[in-house]
């Protein structure tokens, strides 16, 4: 059985004030809901405020992004130990990296062994483009994307890795896939793709979680398909209600 896993990605939105009042409006009710892995994903500079807060809880902090040489002139970026120092997971390869700032197959094979390296949980989102998804390339996307992004990943580590397929489409449109299409998916070619790395045993024990216009009343039709082992959510992680109502959906046996 794998452990449902729910994670707020935050995007560029909540100052440090922010920040702090979202954990304060949520945290008390986060922790009392079982049998799921929480996490939240603030903007680098509200780390540390939202550490603070979470300690002594069972909520995880991941940051959004990360780059994969230890420390020299690399000005704007974050280095593997920084983010470790306050996170224990790592979003890699979000479609709008992917999109806006460059981020390649190769770019995020660099992130992801670095994450790994560091003991971070890597967060890997891979997903198709509404032409790709038109086209009938699905499937030919995620197997490259799994393929280049995870080369040369050590399979003793792999188990603990996290896929997050998150079809560029659905992000933040409101245009969720269905629950069916999510599951098909996975079941077809995120999973086969990952067997084929690291073997059937391992495919089996790595999460893959469901991103794209999640919220808390369509949660229910993600979680009860059998591949999808819990959401990366976007928008509606920024209000704790909606956040909750997610967190919630998927405690649900
Ligand atoms: P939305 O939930 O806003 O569609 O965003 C999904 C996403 O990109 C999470 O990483």
Request: with cysteine; proline share 4%; glycine share 10%.
């Amino acid at each position: 059985m794998r452990t449902p896993i729910v994670a707020g990605n935050w995007k560029m939105n909540k100052t440090v004030e922010e920040a702090r009042a979202l954990v304060f409006a949520m945290s008390l009710k986060l922790r009392e809901i079982e049998g799921v892995e929480k996490v939240l994903c603030p903007p680098f500079p509200a780390l540390l405020a939202v550490s603070a807060l979470l300690q002594g809880t069972d909520i995880g902090l991941g940051a959004q992004n990360l780059h994969w040489e230890e420390k020299g002139a690399f000005t704007g970026e974050v280095a593997p130990n920084m983010v470790a120092e306050f996170c224990q997971y790592v979003i890699i390869g979000h479609s709008e990296r992917r999109a806006y700032f460059g981020e390649t197959d190769g770019t995020v094979n660099k992130k992801i062994r670095a994450a790994l390296a560091h003991d971070l949980i890597p967060i890997v989102c891979v997903g198709e483009t509404e032409t790709e998804y038109e086209a009938g390339q699905t499937g030919e996307v995620v197997r490259r994307q799994i393929s280049l992004g995870f080369a040369d990943v050590d399979p003793a580590k792999a188990a603990g890795i996290i896929v997050a397929y998150e079809p560029i489409w659905a992000i933040g449109t409101g245009k969720a896939s269905s629950g069916e299409n999510a599951n098909a998916v996975l079941a077809d070619y995120i999973r086969p793709a990952l067997a084929d790395l690291f073997g059937a045993e391992t495919a089996q024990a790595i999460r893959i979680q469901y991103g794209g216009s999640v919220k808390g009343d369509n949660a229910d039709e993600f979680f009860g398909q059998p591949e999808i082992d819990g959401a990366l959510v976007g928008g509606a992680s920024l209000k704790a209600d909606d956040f909750l109502a997610i967190v919630q959906a998927a405690s649900r046996p």
